[in-house]
């Protein structure tokens, strides 16, 4: 069974000139495999959860992009020998190698298509101890001021101003809650699903 490690918590602060964000960036622990999910902007916040887990960039075997908002993407300077991963599609330097299958290649991590906030965004399912492990992006994500309420009906109603698609944004939200145990959200707390 793989173990998450969430390195940095996500956050965005609403400021009326630049809003400082950057999300939950999770490491998967696939058996021998490392997957990095969303290294996010917060460079420094990054280096040094890694640097406590005795990490280093060269170590990540898969960096992962649930969606390209700038918020979640910046830091892929940071691991310029990676391979770069979204749901379909691997980034090998000037190379792109397209992969299916539903699943992160070499592991038992699901991909699952959850498009509406950005048109490309995926998340990942991913079974633990604890059960199964949604790590979401921002199919849900709180402003810091917001109060993070986490019942079904809160969280089908969340309002995203980002949003490409509502209606594919709203079967998103659907499909993770009655797929995950918990959820990891783009920006704010883990939360675990009502059933």
């Known amino acids: 069974m793989a173990e998450i490690k969430i390195l940095v918590e996500g956050y965005a602060h609403r400021r009326k000139k630049g809003s400082p964000a950057s999300p939950s960036s999770v490491l998967i622990f696939d ?45 892929i300077r940071l691991f310029p020998t990676n391979d770069i991963y979204d749901g379909d599609t691997i980034s090998r330097g000037d190379k792109i190698i397209d992969y299916s299958g539903g699943k992160l290649p070499k592991t038992n991590i699901r991909v699952i298509k959850t498009p509406g906030h950005a048109f490309e965004h995926c998340s990942l399912l991913v079974q633990t101890a604890k059960g199964k492990v949604a790590i979401a992006g921002d199919v849900f994500w709180w402003w810091s001021d917001q109060k993070q309420k986490t019942d079904r009906k809160s969280l089908l109603k969340l309002k995203d101003p980002f949003m490409k698609n509502k209606t594919a944004l709203l079967r998103s939200r659907r499909k993770l809650l009655d797929m995950a145990d918990h959820i990891i959200p783009g920006h704010g707390k883990t939360f675990r699903v009502e059933k």
């Open 31 to 75: 058996g021998n495999i490392k997957v990095l999910v969303d290294p996010g902007s917060n460079a420094k916040a990054l280096l040094e959860a890694l640097r406590k887990e005795r990490i280093k960039p060269a170590d990540i075997d898969i960096v992962f992009l649930t969606h390209y908002h700038l918020d979640h993407l910046l830091n």
